[in-house]
């Protein structure tokens, strides 16, 4: 077997090594154009996990990395005067060129053949070789050159960073965040040898020009880098090595293989360094590559199909969370007047990997201090002064006001149409899935999108606001729900525009009815669905007006039925979205074509309902942040939305995305609108209500104490668990925590004491296990 490597990084060397150390009968060769001992950059960190991966894939190769480790425990983060440090992080670094020369060393030992100072001639030159390696990097020509299969996209993001160096000794993984007249710098050090650093300095390009550095002026960098963080470098001189001020490429490719040729490591996927994974996935992927070529021996096509069928899920986590991470460096001005323990666990929790939960695992005290300080800042909030030593509830049990609606913790259930209307009027149906809801402990309930017309409904099963027996079913639930719990109930109002006069839920969804179809309206005679939807009457400013009032007049409906808050909705390419919308907005009118014109319409059905809607009680607008459509609504317009719904008296963005147009491209995963949410709400300075696959109580901890959201609404965890909260609960008094924030119904009062003693149960059980599973340390050398 021939196999040809191109690129002599972590990636290339270390497939070279697996693969000559299982077929020692085959060529190897690898190419790098540097010298063996030329490295940009200083040192690399790796995590325990990772280690232990190379520990199982090479031996000899891990035993020396693992011997010329610097390990470390600790982050530290400065913060306009403070220092907040936190454990449990496990880190690993060592100097690149170190790790390099192990790779090399070993490489040799086996018999590769590595060419250095050789540049790589391209594809043809491989002709003969039964198995190519794409191993070339960020700047990979090879992928270049098999663009057309491999489909590469490469977004450069906006901010700017130099790597440099400093020979000083720090306490720990160090983050740092100073301003100075230019902007804010992010300082990101740790130590890879005894007393030598690797520093990575970050900014807004919008300061980097402030500040007047050359992108190649490796001195004034020094020079600036070394002034900046002169306290926790100890004075120390900043050293340079290539050090030019770049803008992260984050690499993606739709395939990896082409016939016998496959991209590794940076060449097919980049994680922004703020994770430190760019190595470990180089690593990992000719780990998962060795192991893909053995399992289909004689058989490389088969093989490199498997390798991309296992390893891209895995690859594509870790580019999420890296990009969700440089998301918080982007935008670190968003929590520049945090509280420093605030700060520090949005810092910790950016990339959704670190939880509330999983910090308290790896170092309590900096939980411990998160619910002190959220403590003190609810306290604050409500003007109740609290004891020193007063231990709250977890931050998802805090009580929350707008106007004169207190909802009693931060949990939403989230609006949901059930379908199951009889000509817009709820059913029994309504009646308990609200009220069982309601039961289950969340502080808010939002009903389903509750129609303003019999001609604006999604679908016949819609629950609708315009006639008096609606309002009789509505009242009744909300009776019960202000009877016999402590729940608040929000009505969503809205109107379907070009998406109505469809399908049920769980029939064909937005597709037209068989028969008997209503006429459609909306802002541009678009279809949803070309040549399947009907496509809808352009609306006249008649129509404007019939349906602003259609919406005050069920606005009115549910004051009579005692709503606590109204929401209305402007997302998910129903009509008031297809407005803000320019992907479903054509018009050349004053309602059309730049974004305060698109806002005009729904802003004029929001002052009309504002002004109908009792001053005291909240409304809020659940907004698609983004339509995940090139040339769509972005988050900044959100911003600007946000910011102009405030102004006319909204007390809450409800934060959704997507579902504009069939054409959105959504990037699913963990609590995905969140970033939509910490936006909206740290740049306008209004409230909001997070949702999107947030499905745990540990998540809601997170997203509210690091200031992320408000609120948090779970939609589909609750069909499946009507009593989420109160399964929490139970969880959280297990803990220790005093339970306040949620009530039971009197009525099951005995479940409740029987679910909280097997809480404690469970507990004792569980740390009793963790206690004797726990691993053994790794034996790696201490700096
Ligand atoms: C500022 C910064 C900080 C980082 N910090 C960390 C960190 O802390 N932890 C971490 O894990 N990762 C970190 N990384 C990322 C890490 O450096 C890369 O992700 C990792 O090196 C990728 O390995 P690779 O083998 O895929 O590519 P590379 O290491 O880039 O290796 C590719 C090799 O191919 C060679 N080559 C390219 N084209 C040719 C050609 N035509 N002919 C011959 N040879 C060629 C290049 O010379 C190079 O040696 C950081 C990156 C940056 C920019
Ligand atoms: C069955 C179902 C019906 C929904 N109906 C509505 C609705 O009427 N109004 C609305 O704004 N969102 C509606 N949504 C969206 C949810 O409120 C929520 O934003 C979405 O499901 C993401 O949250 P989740 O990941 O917690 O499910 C619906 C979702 C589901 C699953």
């Not at 980097?208 to 004034?220: I, P, T």
């Not at 003007?383 to 805090?398: D, H, L, N, S, T």
């Amino acid at each position: 077997m021939r196999v040809d490597v191109i690129g002599g990084g972590p990636a290339g060397l270390y497939f070279a090594i697996l693969i000559k150390a299982s077929h020692p009968d085959a060529r190897v060769e690898v190419v790098e154009r540097n010298r063996a001992d030329d490295t940009f950059g200083f040192g690399i960190v790796l995590s325990d996990e990772t280690l232990a991966n190379l520990k199982r894939a090479d031996e000899p190769s891990y035993r020396e990395i693992a011997a010329g480790f610097a390990y470390w425990d600790d982050i530290h983060t400065w913060f306009k005067g403070n220092v907040l440090r936190s454990s449990g992080h496990g880190f690993s670094g060592i100097r690149r060129l170190a790790l390099l020369e192990i790779l090399q060393r070993r490489a040799a030992a086996l018999g590769v053949a590595v060419c250095f100072q050789t540049e790589d001639p391209g594809l043809e030159a491989h002709r003969g070789a039964d198995l190519v390696v794409g191993a070339d990097g960020i700047n990979s020509r090879l992928r270049g050159q098999l663009a057309v299969s491999l489909q590469p996209t490469v977004e450069t993001r906006p901010n700017r960073f130099a790597w440099v160096g400093a020979r000083t000794t720090l306490p720990g993984f160090t983050y740092s965040f100073r301003e100075d007249a230019a902007g804010i710098w992010n300082l990101h050090a740790y130590m890879y040898a005894p007393g030598e650093c690797t520093l990575i300095v970050e900014t807004t390009d919008a300061a980097f020009k402030a500040s007047g550095l050359g992108v190649e002026d490796e001195r004034a960098t020094a020079a600036h880098v070394a002034r900046l963080f002169a306290e926790e470098l100890n004075g120390a001189q900043v050293l340079t090595n290539r050090s030019f001020w770049r803008q992260f490429p984050v690499v993606r490719c739709v395939r990896w293989h082409h016939d016998n040729v496959v991209l590794l490591g940076d060449a097919a996927h980049t994680a922004h360094w703020s994770i430190g994974s760019g190595t470990k996935l180089a690593l990992e992927d000719a780990i998962a590559l060795h192991r893909a070529m053995i399992a289909h021996p004689g058989d490389v096509r088969a093989g490199l199909a498997a390798y991309e069928t296992e390893r891209r899920p895995e690859a594509e986590r870790i580019q999420h969370s890296a990009n969700t991470s440089l998301f918080f460096f982007e935008n670190v001005r968003r929590f520049w007047q945090a509280d420093p323990v605030q700060f520090n666990f949005a810092l910790m929790s950016r990339a959704k990997q670190i939880t509330y939960e999983n910090l308290r695992k790896r170092d309590p005290r900096v939980i411990r201090d998160v619910d002190a300080w959220w403590t003190k800042h609810c306290a604050q909030a409500a003007a109740i002064r609290v004891p020193a030593e007063f231990r709250g509830p977890p931050p998802m049990f805090a009580p929350f006001s707008l106007r004169g609606m207190a909802v009693q913790n931060r949990v939403v259930v989230s609006p949901m149409c059930q379908y199951s209307a009889v000509d817009g009027t709820p059913t029994d149906w309504h009646y308990v899935h609200y009220g069982s809801r309601a039961v289950g402990g969340a502080g808010l309930v939002v009903t389903e999108m509750t129609c303003v017309a019999r001609d604006a409904r999604i679908s016949p099963g819609c629950t609708g606001m315009y006639r008096a027996e609606h309002r009789n079913a509505w009242k009744r639930i909300v009776q019960f729900v202000h009877a016999h719990t402590d729940c608040r109930i929000a009505l969503q109002l809205g109107h379907a525009g070009r998406k109505g006069s469809t399908q049920l839920g769980w029939e064909e969804m937005d597709r037209p009815l068989a028969s008997g179809n209503w006429p459609i309206v909306a802002p541009s005679s678009l279809p949803y669905h070309p040549g399947l939807s009907q496509v809808p009457r352009t609306m006249s400013r008649k129509d404007m007006v019939r349906v602003r009032d259609q919406f005050v007049a069920a606005a009115k409906l549910g004051i009579e039925c005692e709503f606590d808050m109204l929401e209305l909705h402007m997302a998910h390419g129903y009509l008031l979205a297809t407005f803000l919308s320019p992907v479903t907005n054509r018009r050349v009118d004053e309602y059309g074509g730049r974004l305060e014109n698109r806002l005009r319409f729904p802003l004029e059905v929001f002052d009309a309902c504002r002004e109908a809607w009792p001053e005291e009680k909240p409304m809020s607008v659940r907004l698609s942040a983004t339509d995940w459509i090139p040339g769509g609504i972005t988050g900044e317009d959100s911003v600007e939305i946000a910011r102009a719904l405030k102004a006319h008296g909204c007390d809450l963005i409800d934060v959704s995305t997507g579902q504009t147009d069939p054409a959105s491209r959504p990037v699913y995963g963990r609590m995905f609108q969140l970033n939509f949410s910490e936006q909206i709400r740290n740049d306008v300075g209004i409230a909001t209500l997070a949702v999107g696959a947030i499905t745990t109580a540990d998540q809601v901890n997170t997203i509210v104490a690091s200031g992320r959201a408000d609120l948090c609404a779970l939609a589909r965890p609750h069909l499946a668990d009507p009593y989420f909260t109160l399964h929490a609960a139970a969880e959280y008094q297990a803990m220790g925590y005093p339970i306040e924030g949620v009530s039971w119904p009197k009525q099951y009062l005995s479940g409740r004491d029987q679910l909280y003693q097997l809480a404690r149960r469970a507990r004792e059980d569980a740390e009793r296990a963790a206690e004797q599973a726990r691993p053994p340390k790794p034996e790696i050398a201490t700096a």
